[in-house]
């Protein structure tokens, strides 16, 4: 064995070349190495340094850290502020959720900047005359008085009425739409703002240009407005804490923390959970009800956004409240909120806003609505059922800034003062010219139903509230 092992012993002559190569080699790299990370932050500090220089813009970062309390730690917060913000937990700083870029400028100084962009559509008489009697507008609204699909809605009050007004005003939009070359069309109501979150330009642009040449429909699911205040005035400008969808959401923590999310409410939200859908504008294009949108000759292909929301700001005012018994002349009964409402909680709104005193009003709001429990709220942030969003307050205040708001109410104020009777005279129908080739209306519905087959017993999508614990 001893001869066995000298004779595969290596020769010292031979292996000392070779190590020492080898340890030069090694000493060699981790000096590039060393050197590599030593200058490459150190560039980039320098290109950051000199971006900034070049901009000579105040870093959105720094100024958000001086308007909400939530930039600072506990200590440094000494005075309250208009925003009531209570996730600060351990004095911990937290990030708005508004991204960081660098182009995007609202032109605080410029007091030339108007609306672009904008084409308001008035409701005259005409046009609800002409959307009730099916005349004028038979060229574009005729498939949905004629077809099933909408039906169940037709001639009943309070919210079914809205309901049915929506889905006209969708299709005279897809139109419109048309024939400006539109690409995609939206619906969002008054109360509703869309969050391109994901996108690293805030731009609902950007956000499009991702989708694949396939799909039809684009599914946003919305967000609830968490109200702090019973006061809040402006909700776009006052309110940053939001409800996150089940979407959005695990099982587990959904369902694990549904009760405390609810706080003694009907469901999980106030009102609907469903969300709202884009499209993609295409022949044969329809709506389906305020929440989504269909085809006459096939079954679109739809993908579900899974961090863009649509954020709803709902009762997120108390006149939201008290002016419900102002809108429909339902009964404040049980029973009779039945037929008028779709949502429980808008049934239960409507009979306290028809029966109860102001004071008792208030309390309600209080307890159902306002987010008063900084325990739980900081538990559910925790958790990422509540979620800070900040961007749309921001944006909303440099418009305020540039004057956009101003200039769009005075704009409007004198289009409403300044329209004539010529103007209430045009016929509506001829305003949007978009033509379905359909001869005799009569036949539109056969017609309709025989293209579309398996697709006839669809039914119009209306407001639905998210899933409750029995659908675990």
């Known amino acids: ?42 560039s980039l500090a320098l290109f950051s340094f000199f971006l900034q220089w070049q901009s000579g813009s105040i870093d959105p970062i720094t100024r958000w850290s001086s308007d909400y309390p939530e930039m600072h730690s506990s200590s440094e917060i000494k005075s309250s502020s208009s925003i009531h913000c209570d996730d600060n937990l351990l004095g911990q700083r937290i990030s708005p959720v508004f991204p960081y870029f660098r182009g995007w400028n ?28 099916r005349l004028d507008l038979k060229s574009i609204l005729i498939r949905i008085w004629n077809e099933s699909w909408l039906s169940n809605f037709f001639y009943k009050p309070c919210n079914n009425e809205l309901f049915v007004k929506q889905t006209l005003n969708m299709e005279m939009a897809i139109g419109m739409a048309t024939d400006a070359g539109m690409e995609w069309i939206f619906h969002l109501d008054t109360d509703e703002l869309l969050h391109p979150a994901g996108t690293r330009g805030y731009s609902v642009t950007e956000l499009l240009m991702d989708v694949p040449a396939d799909v039809d429909m684009i599914v946003f699911s919305n967000y609830e407005s968490a109200v702090e205040r019973s006061d809040i005035k402006e909700p776009f400008s006052e309110v940053s804490m939001f409800k996150k969808n089940f979407d959005h959401l695990p099982k587990e923590t959904y369902f694990g923390h549904y009760k405390e999310s609810t706080r003694g409410n009907p469901n999980y939200f106030l ?30 292909k739809e993908i579900k956004m899974e961090e863009a929301a649509v954020l709803h700001y709902t009762y997120s005012k108390f006149s939201d409240l008290t002016s419900r018994h102002d809108r429909c002349g339902c009964k404040p009964t049980k029973e009779d909120v039945k037929r008028c409402f779709m949502l429980d909680f808008d049934r239960a709104a409507f009979i306290i806003a028809s029966t109860a005193t102001e004071e008792e009003m208030l309390r309600w709001y209080q307890e159902h609505v306002v987010w008063n429990d900084k325990t739980l709220k900081q538990k559910l942030l925790k958790h990422g059922i509540l979620d800070r ?37 045009v016929n509506v129908g001829k305003s949007f010219p978009r033509k379905i080739g359909i001869e005799n209306p009569g036949n539109t519905r056969r017609k309709v139903l025989k293209d579309v087959g398996e697709l006839e017993q669809l039914q119009a999508i209306p407001p639905l509230s998210p899933p409750g614990p029995n659908h675990w």
């Open 271 to 300: 009102t609907y959970g469903n969300g709202k859908a884009a499209a993609r504008i295409q022949n044969q294009l329809r709506p389906n009800g305020a929440h989504r949108w269909h085809n006459y000759v096939k079954r679109p």
């Open 1 to 42: 064995m001893a001869g066995f092992s000298q004779s595969f012993r290596p020769n010292s002559s031979f292996s000392s070349p070779i190590i020492s190569s080898y340890n030069s080699s090694q000493q060699h790299f981790l000096y590039k190495l060393f050197l590599l990370l030593t200058l490459l932050p150190l």
């Open 106 to 133: 609202l032109k605080f100084n410029d007091t030339n900047l108007r609306p672009k962009g904008i084409h308001v559509i008035y409701r005259t008489e005409q046009l609800k005359e002409g959307q009730a009697k």
């Open 389 to 425: 969003i900040y961007a749309p307050m921001d944006i909303i205040q440099g418009l305020r800034e540039t004057g956009v708001f101003a200039s769009v109410i005075a704009s409007a104020q004198t289009a409403a003062s300044n329209r004539s009777d010529s103007d209430k005279n």
